[in-house]
């Protein structure tokens, strides 16, 4: 069966350094995989889209990986700060998932100062 | 523009009784998505809806249905409610198209008593 897999459930940092967030997947072959914050309460945020065929996507302090070879998609946070704390969440969709939305867990980061 | 709304925010229930829960997804989004979400873990997927025709189905009993109507919106109906039917219940819409990010409500609140 499909299984998605986010590295520790949490994750601390300090203010200022980079967070790298893992996402692991088996069992199927995603088209494209989403991240999303989720902050305490609220509803999950669409943060970025990377699709099967690139490697690298940025969006300001934001850069997401995806290597369908190793079955995996990074999520950095450069530049770190306390407003970044919150749950990360990784939704790989398309391909053989088509019309299935399966999360990962998610990753609670908290960034202190 | 309103974004994703869900009523009622939070519900209180007793084993065995029904529940609806109401979601009106953003304007022009013809996809709807359902997930459950308990303490801890990422959201579950529930189902899928666009254009009022079920899309995807995730791993929850018969006692879990839903519809979309003609003007997108949609329901989620609960039956014979379990304990460990209490959780955040999710709304999602979208464009419909395949890689398209989900744009979420916060969500209803349903406790089980």
């Known amino acids: 069966s499909q299984k998605i897999e986010q590295n520790s459930e949490a994750l601390n940092i300090q203010e200022g350094k980079t967070a790298t967030l893992t996402c692991n997947y088996t069992?199927?072959?995603?088209?494209?995989l989403q991240w999303y914050r989720q902050d305490p309460g609220r509803g999950p945020v669409f943060l970025l889209l990377i699709r099967e065929n690139e490697k690298e996507k940025r969006k300001e302090r934001l850069k997401v990986t995806f290597d369908t070879t190793l079955k995996q998609s990074l999520f950095h946070i450069t530049a770190s700060q306390p407003a970044d704390s919150a749950t990360y969440l990784c939704?790989?969709?398309?391909?053989?998932?088509?019309?299935?939305?399966?999360f990962g867990r998610g990753t609670q980061l908290t960034v202190w100062p | 523009d309103a974004g994703v709304t869900q009523s009622p925010t939070h519900l209180i229930k007793t084993r065995g009784q029904h529940v609806t829960l109401r979601c009106s997804p953003i304007s022009g989004h013809k996809s709807v998505s359902w997930y459950q979400q308990v303490l801890g873990q990422g959201p579950q997927f529930i189902f899928q809806?666009?254009?009022?025709?079920?899309?995807g189905r995730g791993n929850f009993p018969d006692r879990f249905s839903a519809r979309q109507f003609p003007n997108y919106s949609s329901e989620l109906n609960v039956n014979a409610l379990l304990l460990g039917d209490s959780a955040l219940y999710l709304c999602?819409?979208?464009?419909?198209?395949?890689?398209?990010?989900?744009?979420f409500g916060d969500g209803t609140r349903l406790s089980i008593l």
């Open positions: 809806y666009y254009e009022k025709e079920e899309r």
């Open positions: 069992n199927y072959s995603p088209a494209y």
């Open positions: 939704l790989p969709g398309g391909g053989s998932t088509l019309g299935r939305l399966y």
């Open positions: 999602a819409s979208s464009s419909g198209q395949d890689h398209q990010p989900q744009h």
